[in-house]
């Protein structure tokens, strides 16, 4: 058996990895963009992979407090529950027998139905759809049955250091604006009645704003009639409402918490970056992946394989109206806390004072451009995709140039945006761990305020 090192290397030296096939990123299919009379903007494209429709409704979703969130979180559990016409299991008989399910998600930026379909019971899964949007019952033991188990769920996530930490960090960084309750407090969720949910299903389900992005085994013309004869009658005088823009993440020190006895701390650490919009954006995706976004990157290298710290580091973009950031997340053994830490401010400091070198941005790009191949090959990733971006104001031809952009991205750009967005002075965060152990050496940084 030969080793992964000598797989990896020829009688010539290391075994080169190859470039991406010309073309590989993948071609976006046309786009036919329709907004009907009532609002609701239609995207419907063929991509006849299977014999399946993708469906993705997005409604913007924007409040502006924690109670906000609890109610809809509670909306988004019993929305699908029956209508008038139907009750649950009549709404799940019908999508069976069409082969199609639908499902619910919801967070400070819109309220998502997710759903498949057999191509052929497309008009079937519309229907139940616009019923659910117009004549959602919210009966009261489903919503009293649903809190009661959306509160279990959120108190026993609430429990766990992850979250914890999550929620110390979007704290941190956006204090009481509403995207930090990307995950609501039980004890709100808890008293949440029937009522509420009716009158925030009244005022912010409305499909002038919204978008409903259809991918599959269609013709975009039919598709889009067939979406317009089902959702006809769902019509309001109001307008969807977008998240207010959060305030700048503003660098600063890090904040460590107590949590008595634990064994690992939680670190996390966030700083400004630039929106998909942004001309620089290809720049700051590269130095990203280059820092720690993929497992090839210089945080996993250093914190992982050189000194065994944690066995996961990582560092993603994330994205509201107007703002993104770049997180950094890992977590260690109480020991090495101030040790892991010191070594991803290093990094930070380290790339944003050196430029990258140019086999380690090609490395990345090569990550990116396949990673968008990959997400855009299915149709249940390009529907996603599509109607992410009409979230951000975005469309097909930001898939169509994207590509185009990372390519000509040069070092010297990637150099510039990892000395802005990598500076870790720009950078805030908190450090969740038993401050008994770990205060010590976190103080002896400089960069830690011990709670």
């Known amino acids: 058996m030969r080793s992964a090192e000598e797989i ?38 063929r991509k006849p992979r299977s014999p399946l429709v993708e469906v993705r409704l997005r409604v913007p979703f924007g409040g502006s407090s ?6 809809a979180e509670l909306l988004a559990a019993t929305l699908l529950l029956g209508t008038g016409q139907r009750d649950r299991r009549q709404v799940d008989a019908d999508l069976a027998a069409v082969g199609g399910h639908l499902d619910t998600g919801v967070d400070p930026q819109r309220l998502l139905v997710t759903g498949s379909v057999l191509a052929s019971g497309l008009p079937t899964l519309l229907e139940v759809l616009a019923d659910s949007l117009t004549g959602a019952a919210y009966r009261k033991d489903d919503v009293l049955g649903e809190r009661a188990r959306l509160v279990e769920h959120l108190m026993i996530s609430a429990a766990q250091p992850g979250s914890v930490a999550h929620r110390l960090l979007q704290r941190r960084r956006f204090g009481e604006h509403p995207a930090a309750w ?12 029937v009522a509420a949910v009716r009158g925030l299903h009244g005022r912010a389900v409305v499909p002038n704003g919204s978008t409903l992005t259809l991918v599959g085994d269609l013709s975009p013309g039919r598709a889009t009639a067939a979406a317009a004869r089902a959702l006809s009658g769902w019509t309001s005088d109001r307008s969807t409402r977008r ?25 996390r650490l966030s700083g400004p970056a630039v929106p998909r919009s942004d001309p620089a954006y290809p720049a700051h995706q590269l130095a990203n992946l280059v820092y720690g976004g ?7 290298e250093n ?5 065994g710290f944690t066995y996961h580091a990582r560092s993603t973009m994330e994205f509201w109206p107007d703002r993104a950031a770049v997180t950094i997340s890992f977590d260690t053994a109480s020991s090495a806390t101030a040790p892991a830490l010191l070594e991803a401010q290093y ?6 004072l050196q430029p990258p070198t140019a086999a380690e941005v090609e490395s990345a790009r090569n990550y990116a451009l396949g990673t968008l191949a990959t997400s855009l090959a299915t149709q249940a990733g390009l529907a996603s995709m599509l109607s992410l971006l009409a979230g951000s104001g975005l469309d097909e031809g930001w898939l169509r140039d994207h590509p185009k952009r ?46």
């Open 8 to 45: 990896g290397r020829t009688a010539a030296g290391p075994r080169p990895v190859p470039g991406l096939v010309p073309g590989a990123q993948g071609k976006v299919p046309a786009v036919s963009r329709t907004v009907l009379d009532n609002g609701l903007t239609v995207l419907a494209v």
């Open 182 to 193: 990307d995950v609501p407090d039980a004890e709100l969720v808890g008293h949440v009645g």
């Open 294 to 300: 993929y497992f090839s990157s210089r945080l996993v």
């Open 243 to 267: 998240l207010a823009p959060p305030p700048p993440i503003v660098g600063g020190p890090l904040l460590a918490e107590h949590r008595a006895g634990a064994v690992q701390s939680q670190v």
């Open 303 to 307: 914190l992982r394989e050189d000194k």
């Open 66 to 71: 924690a109670v906000h969130a609890a109610r």
């Open 347 to 352: 990094e930070l400091g380290r790339l944003s």
């Open 406 to 451: 990372l390519a000509a991205t040069t070092v010297d750009e990637v150099a510039a945006a990892a000395a802005t967005m990598l500076a870790p002075a720009a950078f805030t965060g908190v450090i969740l761990g038993d401050m008994d152990v770990v205060a010590t050496g976190l103080r002896a940084l400089g960069t830690v305020e011990v709670a």
